[in-house]
């Protein structure tokens, strides 16, 4: 994958698509691998979440507020908490949830209070209840009891993680064949590569003291002993879908040419996929809802997803990508003319590389990551929140070998972030 063929996308630290607000730690299962430390007496008041709303709003423009965790449904307010956001804040709330704690009735109270959607993630690293030892392939029928739950409230964006280890990669290319067989009730399907330490290679260090792999969350080399990437999954991915192709990345704050946040578009129906969106097509929609709304876009709305016939009409002249899928849905129609009368759908897929080092230890994070959260008043990364709350510090990351006579780590990236 070459960066220069895809748009790389204009989000940034103030002016982004999401803010990632977690008003517990608490969470109900046990999920591999897990940064997040797994709190019971985390729950934050109303007040602490409406702080926490006024540094969000304050220091980033957002459209969208991911509400995790922990679990947030375990949280006693989490109605209120979407409520706040809608009403108070005007941004839309999305739960992200592992689904254990989801009920219809739930479900029912979080949208009467303004809630736009709900991403479950599922993926067979979780010691979950009564699914414990399913594969992938096997958990997809809870992925759609929960799908089927999300459309039966209807007018809700519904999306799925998975976490992507080496030995789950293999069931990613028949994720993305799932996914497209209930293109009408799964809106997203995100891959995240599993995040490991590199302790072979690299020195972690708090300061001056060194950390560790057992006072970290994340695990080391020997559950995944060469990091994986973005395009080495896309890769697996086209050798059973040759045309499949993202539209937009994300870079590196040390390394711009990584893949770190890719997003992929497809326009078809549960039979038939007749095309990817290209890089126009993502330019036209950030900038263009940029231009109107004053902010970039992240959920979109649940009923316009199944307009995909209007988005061919309205996109074939500007996207070489919407082209290819409107000639594929001519020619499809004119051998079976009654497709034209069956909605046809927008489906996203996305793809989210985890930190990586550079040779020299800087750690090469995701250049205006939309997933910060707020910790003491400020923007943080926060898939190393657990860093700052059990170090008081981000780790520096050095070769193995490079300290200096006194045994500490040299400023790195991270430490600078700190200060």
């Known amino acids: 994958m070459d960066p220069a063929d895809y748009y790389r996308l204009p989000w940034t630290l103030n002016d982004n698509v999401l803010g990632w607000l977690e008003p517990t730690k608490k969470c109900n299962i046990y999920c591999e691998g897990c940064y997040s430390t797994n709190e019971h007496n985390s729950h934050k008041t109303l007040d602490q979440v409406r702080s926490d709303m006024d540094v969000f709003t304050s220091k980033r423009r957002v459209d969208s507020m991911s509400i995790a965790g922990g679990d947030p449904l375990t949280h006693p307010g989490i109605v209120d908490i979407v409520r706040m956001i809608k009403q108070e804040y005007n941004l839309k709330p999305v739960v992200n949830t592992n689904g254990h704690a989801m009920t219809p009735e739930l479900l029912h109270e979080l949208k009467a ?77 995100v891959f995240i590569l599993f995040r490991t330490a590199r302790s072979r290679e690299f020195g972690y260090y708090a300061g001056p003291k060194e950390v560790q792999m057992d006072e970290v969350i994340y695990y080391d080399q020997e ?42 578009g497809r326009v078809g129906t549960s039979k038939r996929i007749h095309g990817y969106v290209g890089r126009r097509f993502m330019e036209v929609v950030q900038t263009g ?91 943080v990364w926060s898939c190393r929140l657990d860093e700052l709350k059990r170090h008081g510090t981000f780790l520096a990351c050095r070769p193995r070998g490079s300290c200096d006579a006194s045994g500490a780590a040299p400023d790195t990236q991270a430490e600078q972030f700190s200060k």
């Not at 003319?337 to 909605?343: D, E, Q, T, W």
């Open 113 to 189: 209070a303004g809630l736009h959607g709900v991403t479950f993630h599922v993926d067979s690293g979780q010691g979950r209840p009564n699914w414990k030892n399913k594969d992938e392939l096997e958990l997809c029928e809870l992925r759609l009891q929960l799908a089927q739950m999300v459309q039966r409230e209807g007018g809700l964006s519904c999306a799925f993680n998975m976490t992507v280890y080496r030995d789950t990669a293999k069931f990613v290319p028949a994720m993305v064949r799932w996914a497209q067989e209930h293109i009408d009730v799964v809106h997203s399907m």
């Open 289 to 379: 809802h940029h231009f109107f709304a004053g902010r970039y876009l992240a959920y979109g709305d649940p009923a316009l997803l199944s307009q995909g016939k209007a988005l061919l009409a309205g996109f074939s002249l500007v996207d070489r990508g919407v082209r290819g899928a409107a000639k594929d849905f001519v020619k499809n129609t004119i051998r079976h003319p009654r497709a034209l009368a069956k909605p046809l759908y927008f489906q996203s897929i996305a793809f989210i590389q985890p930190i990586d080092h550079m040779a020299d230890g800087e750690a090469n994070m995701c250049d205006g990551c939309p997933d910060m959260t707020v910790h003491e008043g400020q923007l």
């Open 223 to 264: 559950k995944n002993p060469t990091p994986m990437t973005t395009p080495e999954l896309i890769e697996l991915i086209r050798q059973q879908e040759p045309t499949f192709d993202a539209s937009a990345y994300l870079g590196g704050t040390k390394d711009p040419s990584s893949f770190k946040w890719t997003l992929v």
